[in-house]
């Protein structure tokens, strides 16, 4: 109808929108899709239907106009300075993350940033509300919109809400510190299905709304409302990679000649140990960094024949945490390799960027040794992306059991971060196990990232939204 907004039967909402805003020379501004797991599920999904993606275009002020790109409707929410201060900084980032990853350090609470969680919420779910059309999906993503399902469903009951937790959802006694606590689970009994990478997040949600709500539960769902209630039901559909789509680009002659390239630059070794994070104290770069030491020290291993390649990714480095971790990740790097490192032979290259992903591919198959070693991660996509990347069988997994990926990779050279000899003899496992049993492990890694991609994932979750019980349910 002429005048009348257009509407869409999926509407995604997410902290930020698929792409990423690039500034020609000339001062153009044009957009290009950012290439995250995440925009590859929902390609899949979209494809063939009227989809919104409602998010944060990254820079503070006015939002920019809505607009469609690859048959994606992108509609921007403006963030002023003080909100991505409060908002995605301070609440986000600084009171949620670190309540959501066992404390690993302190949370910060101060009044100010919720109010401005409250408000960029709100914003969120009014551009959720006026682009869905009658009944149409509604998929919510991650721990900065979590009031954002009950506020959807307060302006639209006849939509179907959907929110997916990327991270772990934390047992009932760390979750009892927010001081919002029972206004955040309000919030997500608002949706119909709420996703969870592992089961036990799911079932810390349950408890939480049973101990702190005082909410009826049964198995997996909670009753929300008295008479006869809604059902909210809480599951584990565990993220992963677009497989087929990564191994493609691994196996392209010039990501195979660049992985040689690079095992050249750092000089042959004969091992070449390898991480990849985001620089965040939650993925257990310390903790590498202090057994490889000690693995220096012991002289079991060290350069020329094993050298360390530590790819840390910029990030949050306006929060105070982030600026801390930085500084003593560096030193301990320097430290290391004044210590033991020869001309032209350092144990350790640091690197602090980010790379295409063609770069990412080249790194993975030269890696003989995956360090993935955080306290605490929803799932941790570089250890799924590793094995992909290993259609040669090559390579070996160090993977720790605070991640969501050791659920479902149990055949990886598992460790404990926090024990250091443990993360040590895992390890040295990993270097000296039989290039054999090394293969048959890959290969039973690949095939559960295979069969378990991330189309699979979308699909899976929007299935379970669908199946959500209907409402209300009587006698219940
Ligand atoms: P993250 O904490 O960001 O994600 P992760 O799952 O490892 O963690 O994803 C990081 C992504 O960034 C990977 O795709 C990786 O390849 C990429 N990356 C890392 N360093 C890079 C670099 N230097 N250059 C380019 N790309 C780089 C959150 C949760 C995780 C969960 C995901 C998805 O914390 O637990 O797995 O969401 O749900």
């Not at 921007?76 to 350090?105: C, M, Q």
């Not at 721990?143 to 959802?169: S, T």
């Not at 500084?327 to 690197?351: C, F, K, M, W």
């Amino acid at each position: 109808m002429p005048g009348e907004p257009q509407t869409y039967d999926l509407v995604v909402a997410a902290n930020r929108l698929p792409v990423d805003k690039v500034v020609s020379d000339s001062g153009e501004v044009s957009w290009q899709r950012s290439p995250g797991g995440l925009v590859t599920a929902m390609e899949s999904v979209m494809r063939n239907r009227a989809g919104a993606w409602v998010g944060w275009a990254g820079d503070s002020g006015p939002a920019p106009e809505p607009f469609d790109e690859d048959g994606l409707h992108l509609h921007p929410v403006g963030l002023s300075a003080e909100e991505v201060r409060d908002f995605y900084e301070g609440f986000s980032n600084d009171t949620l993350w670190p309540s959501y990853h066992a404390v690993i350090v302190p949370a910060s609470f101060p009044r100010d940033w919720w109010t401005a969680y409250r408000e960029v919420n709100a914003r969120f779910a009014g551009a959720v509300a006026r682009l869905a059309e009658p009944g149409a999906r509604v998929w919510i993503q991650d721990y900065q919109l979590q009031l954002a399902p009950a506020l959807v469903r307060r302006l639209r009951p006849d939509l179907r809400i959907g929110w997916f937790n990327h991270i772990p959802f934390p047992p009932v006694e760390l979750f009892a510190q927010l001081p919002w606590r029972s206004q955040i689970l309000e919030g997500l009994l608002g949706a119909d299905f709420l996703g969870f990478q592992r089961q036990a997040d799911a079932q810390n949600f349950v408890r939480a709304c049973r101990q702190l709500l005082r909410a009826q539960t049964k198995g997996d769902t909670v009753a929300v409302g008295d008479g006869s209630p809604r059902r909210v039901r809480a599951s584990a559909i565990p993220i992963s990679v677009d497989f087929d789509g990564l191994e493609e680009l691994a196996r392209r002659p010039d990501v195979v000649a660049r992985s040689r390239e690079l095992r050249e630059s750092v000089g042959n070794p004969k091992v070449l140990l390898l991480g990849v994070d985001r620089l965040d104290y939650t993925k257990g770069i310390r903790h590498r960094l202090k057994a490889y030491e000690e693995l220096l020290v012991e002289g079991r291993v060290g350069p020329p024949d094993v050298t360390f390649v530590q790819i840390a990714t910029p990030s949050r480095e306006r929060v105070e945490a982030y600026q801390n971790l930085r500084s003593e990740i560096e030193q301990t790097v320097g430290r290391i390799n004044g210590d033991h490192g020869q001309i032209g032979a350092p144990p350790i290259h640091y690197l602090h960027h980010a790379y295409p992903r063609e770069e990412m591919a080249a790194f993975f198959q030269a890696a003989d040794v995956m360090i993935v070693s955080p306290l605490r991660d929803g799932m941790n996509l570089v250890a799924k992306e590793y094995v992909t990347c290993r259609y040669d069988l090559g390579g070996a997994l160090v993977l720790s059991e605070f991640t969501g990926a050791w659920h479902e990779l149990h055949q990886a050279f598992a460790c404990n971060p926090n024990d250091i000899e443990d993360l040590k003899q895992a390890i040295m496992r990993a270097i000296t196990t039989p290039a054999k049993e090394r293969q048959r492990i890959m290969r039973a890694l690949r095939r559960r990232v295979s069969e378990h991609d991330v189309q699979r994932w979308a699909q899976r979750f929007l299935a379970a939204l669908d199946a959500a019980p209907e409402r209300p349910v009587a006698g219940s």
